[in-house]
């Protein structure tokens, strides 16, 4: 792990040569995009976005956003349970907001598993059923105060990638992880640990970077720059079966994470 961890700290070497890999093509996800740290008692907006990121590419009402139509959007809190979140569809994405929250660490997921089947030959990857998950997360504070509160397990998804990295600051009362601390992250498959599996790191510059998961199913990396990573996972369940009449060879699960990394600043600032 020492060996991999070293690997993914090099990022600054390798991003300027071969070692960065572009996004395949057409390889659309689901995002969700909202702030690192919200108010108890304030509105927090929420963002879902299908296209491809690093590529500055999100999908628009009319064309291939209609075909996440139905993706649902839930705040999960591990002490106090779940929170629907209703979403309107705007131009790029769409969008839902929290009136109010409960204080400690929050998580967001979505998840989409109304696809219709994809014949995907031409890329060599079959006729699938896709399936779209993405989580992200939030520090809810209270006036005066900041902690995490009471800190349990939420329940993953069926593809999920949980960062095992708090990114609390109690400099700053924001829950962000900043340039050049290390991010580490767990990989899962149905409740399970997701050994040797490849996870793409998205930068807010561009930049893809490839890594891996360990026989655990834990993986990190070293942002170097500010902005909002995404992490993009793949994973294909070889069972046929069949939704809303069309046979499919297998179902194709993807899955994302998305983080704020932010320079320190101190409260006083």
């Not at 090099?10 to 071969?18: C, R, T």
């Not at 395949?24 to 995009?33: I, L, M, S, T």
């Not at 979140?85 to 839902?96: C, D, E, P």
């Not at 992250?185 to 510059?205: E, I």
Request: with cysteine; glycine share 10%; aromatic share 8%.
């Amino acid at each position: 792990m020492m060996g991999t961890r070293l690997m993914f700290g090099l990022w600054s070497i390798v991003a300027m040569g071969s070692g960065v890999i572009a996004s395949p093509a057409g390889a659309h996800f689901v995002w969700v995009e909202t702030e690192a740290t919200a108010s108890a008692d304030a509105g927090l907006p929420l963002k879902i976005y299908f296209g491809e990121y690093a590529e500055l590419l999100r999908e628009e009402r009319g064309g291939r956003l209609d075909q996440i139509d139905g993706v649902t959007l839930r705040v999960q809190h591990a002490k106090q349970g779940r929170t629907d979140v209703s979403l309107t569809k705007q131009i790029n994405h769409f969008a839902g907001s929290l009136s109010a929250c409960t204080p400690g660490p929050n998580a967001v997921l979505a998840e989409q598993a109304q696809v219709p089947v994809q014949d995907l030959r031409k890329y060599d990857i079959g006729v699938v059923k896709p399936m779209f998950y993405a989580r992200t997360s939030f520090l809810c504070v209270e006036e005066g105060r900041i902690n995490e509160h009471e800190r349990g397990p939420v329940a993953p998804m069926d593809l999920d990638l949980i960062p095992l990295t708090k990114g609390l600051s109690l400099a700053t009362g924001r829950m962000t992880h900043a340039p050049g601390g290390e991010i580490v992250v767990k990989a899962v498959f149905k409740g399970k640990p997701l050994p040797n599996t490849q996870v793409l790191v998205h930068a807010p510059n561009g930049w893809d970077k490839e890594l891996k998961s360990d026989a655990e199913g834990i993986l990190a990396f070293t942002p170097l720059w500010p902005g909002r990573y995404v992490l993009e996972v793949v994973q294909v369940e070889p069972t046929p079966g069949e939704f809303q009449g069309k046979p499919y060879e297998a179902v194709r699960h993807r899955s994302t994470l998305s983080l704020q990394v932010k320079a320190e600043r101190s409260r006083a600032e």
